[in-house]
T-cell receptor
Framework: GAVVSQHPSRVICKSGTSVKIECRSL??????MFWYRQFPKQSLMLMAT?????????EQGVEKDKFLINHASLTLSTLTVTSAHPEDSSFYIC??????????????FGPGTRLTVL | AQSVTQLGSHVSVSEGALVLLRCNYS??????LFWYVQYPNQGLQLLLK??????LVKGINGFEAEFKKSETSFHLTKPSAHMSDAAEYFC??????????FGKGTHLIIQP
């Protein structure tokens, strides 16, 4: 099956700094990528939808200025957590979709990035 | 809008027993339904999905699920539990060209 990677797998940063997380589709072109957030022992919450070459669409309640998303190529999307604070500590997971018009397409998930803000 | 309800945050079964994880959904459009499994410290892995056609869907690792429109359900079953099945299971729905809406997850515990 399709492989999606994320880098880094874990990151610890100081409060007030920015952190960039990369999501790559390794063996297919992803026109659409999604970013999710998972709190401990809870479900995944969709944060935003990222389409190659266009602005991301954010879910209600997600601060677009805090969580900057860039989908510059068909294989790479990045999530930058700006001015991170301890409450931003979470598990961030991306997924990639080859063709969003094919509603039967499967989303392939990355392994996730554990962010800890001190 | 879509939503997913998974009944039971924890389910415990004996090894060799039937596994039944419940999922009910609501969707304003014909739904596409998914079950994912997450092992500790790993990413999500697709178990199976329902899109159209046959309502009984077979997935990996011996799991299957049946889409019942009248009951708005998509319960996951496996005839005989194995220790390696212990994990977190998520039911999800997709109602359009959107991201997935996940249930809260069910932690499956297998008793020896």
């Amino acid at each position: 099956g399709a492989v999606v990677s994320q880098h880094p797998s874990r990151v610890i940063c100081k409060s007030g700094t920015s952190v960039k997380i990369e999501c790559r589709s390794l063996d297919f072109q992803a026109t659409t990528m999604f970013w999710y957030r998972q709190f401990p022992k809870q479900s995944l919450m969709l944060m935003a939808t990222s389409n190659e070459g266009s602005k991301a669409t954010y879910e209600q309640g997600v601060e677009k200025d805090k969580f900057l998303i860039n989908h510059a190529s068909l294989t790479l999307s990045t999530l930058t957590v700006t001015s991170a604070h301890p409450e931003d500590s979470s598990f961030y997971i991306c997924s990639a979709l080859g063709d969003p018009t094919r509603l039967t397409d499967t989303q392939y998930f990355g392994p996730g990035t554990r962010l800890t803000v001190l | 809008a879509q939503s997913v309800t998974q009944l039971g945050s924890h389910v415990s079964v004996s090894e060799g027993a039937l596994v039944l994880l419940r999922c009910n959904y609501s969707s304003s459009v014909p739904p596409y339904l998914f079950w994912y499994v997450q092992y500790p410290n790993q990413g999500l892995q697709l178990l199976l999905k329902y899109t159209t056609g046959a309502t009984l869907v077979k997935g990996i690792n011996g799991f299957e699920a049946e889409f019942k429109k009248s009951e708005t359900s998509f319960h996951l079953t496996k005839p005989s539990a194995h220790m390696s099945d212990a994990a977190e299971y998520f039911c999800a729905v997709r109602g359009g060209a959107d991201g997935l809406t996940f249930g809260k997850g069910t932690h499956l515990i297998i008793q020896p």
